[in-house]
């Protein structure tokens, strides 16, 4: 298995990527042929190992998935994460909300999880300001604490929901960097249905190992 920082050589000069990850994993399956696995299934496994191997990285290193959602009306109410990218939703949920841009403010929310907004409410304390303003997420709802809600237009920043791979026209969104532990991940997927496990845990343990690594560099 190849070390993350690496990988970005890896990737062939094929038209498209996705048909080279596609070929790469019946080399690692031994499934050339599609005896083992319909192409569809294996590429049902590379769709999926692109959502949990980005579910699982820092979102520093998703910087490919973040997507804007703008000129948004502010609603008191909040809004609904599901509703976000064509009602696709968000990539990771709460945890998916990069960014929100006040226009009429012209300031950037400072975005807290929810349990620290608990805490304001059960304490007493409201938080948030047209000067310090906080979005955090409750219930599926994406909310605002600031002083005015009228007329104000936000813009939002989220990590998307990658649309499933194809040969012909949908490649990864995942940095080239990060393919091989996709591969990884969706061999293990592979193998474990075949009921191979012993090879399914060598191919995760690589993956979530490589992940581990990747975000443990964040920062430094």
Do not use: C
């Not at 990218?85 to 403010?105: C, M, R």
């Not at 938080?127 to 605002?144: F, H, M, Q, R």
């Not at 343990?205 to 430094?220: C, F, K, P, T």
Request: proline share 2%; charged share 30%.
């Amino acid at each position: 298995m190849s070390d993350w920082q690496g990988i970005g050589t890896l990737i062939g000069s094929s038209d498209s990527v996705t048909s080279d990850l596609l070929d790469k994993l019946n080399l690692r399956l031994e499934d050339e042929d599609n005896d083992r696995f319909y192409q569809d299934d294996k590429l049902g496994f590379l769709t999926d190992a692109q959502i949990e191997v980005a579910s699982m990285l820092h979102n520093d290193l998703l910087s490919e998935f973040v997507r804007t959602e703008s000129d948004v009306d502010l609603l008191e109410v909040g809004h609904l994460l599901t509703s976000f990218d064509s009602s696709k939703g968000v990539l990771k949920g709460a945890e998916g909300i990069v960014n929100v841009y006040l226009q009429e403010l012209d300031k950037y929310a400072t975005i807290k999880p929810f349990k620290e907004i608990k805490f304001f409410k059960e304490t007493g304390f409201r938080g948030g300001s047209d000067t310090n303003p906080i979005a955090y997420v409750e219930s599926g709802y994406l909310k605002l604490l600031i002083d005015t809600y009228t007329d104000e237009v936000i813009d939002i920043f989220h990590l998307q929901i990658p649309d499933d791979l194809t040969i012909d026209s949908v490649d990864p969104i995942l940095n080239k960097a990060f393919h091989g532990i996709l591969l990884d991940w969706a061999e293990a997927k592979a193998w474990k249905i075949d009921h191979k496990n012993d090879r399914a845990k060598t191919a995760m343990d690589s993956a979530i190992n490589q992940i581990n690594l990747a975000n443990q560099r964040v920062g430094e």
